[in-house]
């Protein structure tokens, strides 16, 4: 299935490619967004080696295949945001932050329920 927000520059990923689940994927591409500045927008990599979420993601991971659903996701957030790249990129960790926790919670009501 193809991104709705990035479908001209990701394609499907072979089968024999890493794949990991929805909380990891949020927690290696929160680290990846950590290490920069700024994210832009509405595409995956800009000038001077800038990227939106995912692309810093895949500047890093470039062996791993995440789920359309979690690019499309992040993708949203990520482009949401107009102009400020620092803004950008706190809007979208902090919307990693919930997630996470989200998760983690709902896993740890899972495991004693």
């Not at 001209?8 to 990891?24: D, L």
């Not at 957030?77 to 960790?93: C, F, G, I, Q, T």
Request: hydrophobic residues 40%; proline residues 3%.
């Amino acid at each position: 299935m193809e991104s709705k927000y990035r479908g001209g520059e990701c394609v499907m990923a072979p089968f024999s490619m890493r794949r990991v689940v929805e909380i990891e994927a949020l927690t290696m591409i929160r680290e990846s967004i950590s290490k920069r500045p700024g994210l832009i927008r509405k595409k995956l990599d800009g000038k001077n080696g800038t990227h939106c979420a995912i692309g810093c993601f895949w500047a890093d991971h470039m062996d791993i295949a995440i789920q359309t659903a979690l690019i499309d996701q992040i993708a949203k957030v990520n482009d949401s945001v107009p102009r400020d790249m620092k803004k950008r990129r706190a809007k979208v960790l902090a919307w990693l932050d919930r997630r996470i926790k989200a998760l983690t919670a709902s896993d740890r009501r899972d495991e004693h329920g």
